[in-house]
């Protein structure tokens, strides 16, 4: 069946540097979304990918879908301590299958 | 506020217990989920409702008994678990199939 990879599963970066989270999936998906879950609360949609090669950006947020739609990315450029939390892929594919998330620290 | 409300936020069970999670949609959506989150592993899906009717259950135990009596309203009836069930269970809803999902707050369940 469908698999979601997603690494790394922690990352510990000082405040100002920059983040990137990357989701595999085993077979081709029709979509990907990617979620942020801070501490203590629930899981919060942040953007869905669709096309092959996609680009989006929600200010210093970079999501990217593989031109095979089998891979994304996340990237937060210049890291604050709001960026916080936990963030998941979920790949869909006739199913939606979610990775086991990266969980993001920031250090002032 | 999502637009999903689930209630309790909290909950302790004794194995012999029986109990209910409730989970409340006000967004008009078509599809409810259930939802479990386990420290360390990804979110697992357990139940799956589009207009009302099931349409996935993934391999979940008996233990677990899930109820949609309409579009708006699901419950996750508890009964007989076991301390490796304490998680939290996340609902959510979408407008339709694998759509984007608005969670709930969760309940975090613990089984002594």
């Known amino acids: 069946g469908q698999q979601v990879m997603q690494i790394p599963q922690y990352q510990h970066v000082q405040e100002g540097e920059d983040f990137t989270t990357y989701c595999n999936s085993s077979t081709t998906l029709s979509n990907i979304q990617w979620y942020k879950q801070r501490p203590g609360g629930h899981p919060v949609f942040l953007i869905q990918?669709?096309?092959?090669?996609e680009v989006k950006k929600q200010k210093r947020l970079t999501f990217q879908f593989g031109e095979a739609k089998k891979n994304s990315s996340l990237h937060i450029t210049a890291t604050q301590t709001t960026d916080v939390g936990t963030y998941f892929c979920?790949?869909?594919?006739?199913?939606?299958?979610f990775g086991a998330g990266t969980r993001l620290t920031v250090k002032p | 506020e999502t637009g999903v409300t689930q209630t309790p936020r909290h909950l302790v069970m004794g194995m012999t217990n029986k109990k209910s999670l409730k989970c409340e949609q006000h967004?008009?959506?078509?599809?409810m989920y259930w939802y479990k989150q386990s420290a360390k592993k990804p979110l697992e899906l357990m139940f799956v409702y589009s207009l009302e009717e099931r349409v996935e259950n993934n391999s979940v135990p008996s233990r677990f008994s899930p109820e949609c009596p309409n579009s708006s309203h699901l419950f996750l009836h508890l009964h007989t678990l076991q301390p490796e069930d304490s998680a939290l269970y996340l609902c959510?809803?979408?407008?339709?199939?694998?759509?984007?999902?608005?969670f709930g707050s969760g309940t975090q369940l613990s089984v002594l």
């Open positions: 967004l008009g959506h078509n599809a």
């Open positions: 959510a809803s979408s407008q339709g199939w694998s759509e984007k999902l608005f």
């Open positions: 990918l669709v096309k092959s090669g």
């Open positions: 979920a790949g869909s594919n006739n199913d939606m299958r």
